[in-house]
């Protein structure tokens, strides 16, 4: 069973650089043709795809936030990271880590995440 948690603080000031951990087990993050993707969901709003990193370390980002968000991975701790930089409140979401690219089959609880001066 593959189990995924989040982790990284709550609270940023705009201009700040959010920066999550998804700490994965029950399955290698290098294990062929498995891929980990980042999602968000702001407030009364549906999910968000952010971007995905695949088993060969390949990234793969949502257009619109294509220029501030990185994502990255410590095969090592078997987890991967998200950066989103120059946040504004409208980054104000709960984030979800889960496997997958398009369909998505395990998730992390999600964590929230709030901007704000």
């Known amino acids: 069973q593959v189990q995924l948690q989040e982790s990284g603080p709550g609270l940023l000031k705009p201009s700040q650089t959010l920066s999550l951990t998804c700490a994965v087990s029950?399955?290698?993050?290098?294990?062929?043709?498995?891929?980990w993707s980042w999602i968000r969901q702001p407030p009364g709003k549906g999910l968000e795809w952010m971007g995905v990193?695949?088993?060969?370390?390949?990234?793969y980002y949502r257009p619109a936030l294509k220029s501030r968000t990185s994502i990255s991975r410590d095969t090592s701790k078997n987890q991967f990271s998200l950066q989103l930089s120059s946040v504004t409140p409208e980054d104000t979401a709960v984030y979800y880590c889960a496997s997958g690219a398009t369909s998505f089959g395990d998730w992390g609880q999600g964590t929230q995440v709030t901007v704000s001066s």
């Open positions: 029950g399955a290698s993050i290098t294990t062929a043709y498995f891929h």
């Open positions: 990193i695949t088993y060969d370390g390949s990234t």
